[in-house]
């Protein structure tokens, strides 16, 4: 799985983690590890390192998707769906379960989402793919040979196809690069970048690092 994916792993279980189990809410990156290669509720089943989690935590800060929030003895991270790009709890919800669980038909996402979002009903569901819809963060798949159902799909990266049934050749070679849905991709550019983001970078490293120490240095004191 290509980058695009860890980082949607790591965001969708920002958002199901707040739901389920908020007492533990913001994660870890030793927490979003184990949330991203949990067994359960998930598809593909994956084993990210701690490098993997560090690098996809980096790409979604640089796009305002996630923030560091201060913990007593480790660095923590939430969240910043609400804020950027303004996706309401129930929209977060549905976009979670399609990113942890794959392209899904509307009985499927119904079943799996109360968890974090109880529907009513399932007009009530289909209303908030349909505002997914229009702001391109989703998508009703056409049905493929053998299927019963159409499924939703999220459209937040280029892993979108069920690489189990879908045909190589299928479907149309999409960016690598992940650009917020609700925004036009830019063209390539070669200007450095900006050294303000470098720095706060640098110093959102030098404090996981420092808490990592007094957690460290805790545990030898017996505290």
């Known amino acids: 799985m290509d980058a695009d994916a860890a980082e949607l ?23 979003l590890r184990a949330a991203c290669n949990q067994s359960t509720n998930r598809d593909p089943i994956v084993a990210y390192d701690d490098d993997t989690i560090r690098d996809a935590l980096h790409r979604l800060g640089r796009r305002g998707w996630t923030r560091l929030a201060s913990g007593a ?11 950027k790009p303004g996706l309401a709890r129930d929209e977060q919800a549905v976009l979670a379960v399609l990113m942890l669980r794959g392209p899904q038909t509307l009985g499927e996402l119904r079943t799996r ?9 399932a007009a009530e569901l289909q209303s908030v793919l349909d505002r997914l819809a ?13 299927q019963k159902e159409q499924r939703y799909a999220h459209l937040l990266s280029s892993d979108l196809d069920d690489e189990e049934d879908a045909p190589r050749d299928s479907a149309p070679a999409r960016a690598a690069t992940w650009t917020p849905p609700s925004q036009p991709a830019q063209p390539p550019s070669h200007a450095p970048e900006d050294p303000l983001a470098e720095r706060v970078d640098r110093l959102e490293a030098d404090l996981a690092a420092l808490a990592k120490q007094v957690a460290e240095l805790r545990a030898a004191l017996g505290e």
């Open 9 to 31: 792993r790591v965001l969708g279980c920002l958002i199901e983690k707040q739901r389920t189990t908020p007492d533990v809410y913001p994660l870890s990156p030793n927490g």
């Open 73 to 83: 003895r480790a660095a923590k991270y939430r969240h910043l769906l609400d804020e």
């Open 113 to 121: 989402v109360e968890r974090m979002q109880p529907f009513a009903d």
């Open 134 to 146: 229009e702001r391109e963060f989703a998508a009703l798949q056409p049905r493929r040979p053998g």
